[in-house]
């Protein structure tokens, strides 16, 4: 099987998925921070090993500390995972922590800082010359 294919491609879709729901669901581990979302999972032509993108918005010791439970947990993840998917053979669930939706949320933060302490100069030049025009139109009307 490719890494490409259609059938690998379903194949993640659905391990997404389950993972997404066993961790809301069914982890007890005080560890896990509830803010936990499975961004992505990368499962190997060979059905032996799964990289899962984890995503946790918190502080660096929740973050640490979620890493830790899971992995504590993926022999449960991976035995619930061999029940409802039905696979040649179930992955070793490798986790990787991905800081990407908070990196964006703070380059957003960042922008719109930058935008709203710079003066609005494009709505003044628009304004300028739409004012110029209506005034000039203005002024032939009243002379007339």
């Given at each position: 099987m490719r890494k490409n294919s259609i059938k690998n491609t379903r194949i993640n879709q659905e391990v997404q998925k389950e993972l997404s729901t066993l961790i809301a669901r069914e982890l007890k581990d005080p560890r896990i921070h509830p803010m936990t979302s499975v961004l992505m999972a990368?499962?190997?032509?060979?059905?032996?090993?799964?990289?899962i993108h984890i995503s946790?918005?918190?502080?660096?010791?929740?973050?640490?500390?979620?890493?830790?439970?899971?992995?504590?947990?993926?022999?449960?993840l991976r035995g619930q995972l061999a029940r409802t998917i039905n696979l040649r053979n179930t992955p070793e669930l490798i986790f990787i922590l991905d800081e990407s939706i908070e990196y964006g949320v703070t380059m957003s933060k960042l922008i719109d800082e930058v935008t709203a302490s710079i003066p609005d100069?494009?709505?003044?030049?628009?304004?300028?010359?739409?004012?110029?025009?209506?005034?000039?139109?203005s002024e032939d009307g009243e002379e007339n």
């Open positions: 990368e499962v190997a032509p060979d059905l032996k090993t799964a990289r946790v918005m918190g502080d660096e010791e929740a973050k640490k500390n979620t890493i830790k439970g899971l992995k504590s947990a993926a022999p449960f100069r494009s709505g003044e030049e628009t304004g300028d010359a739409q004012g110029t025009e209506d005034e000039a139109a």
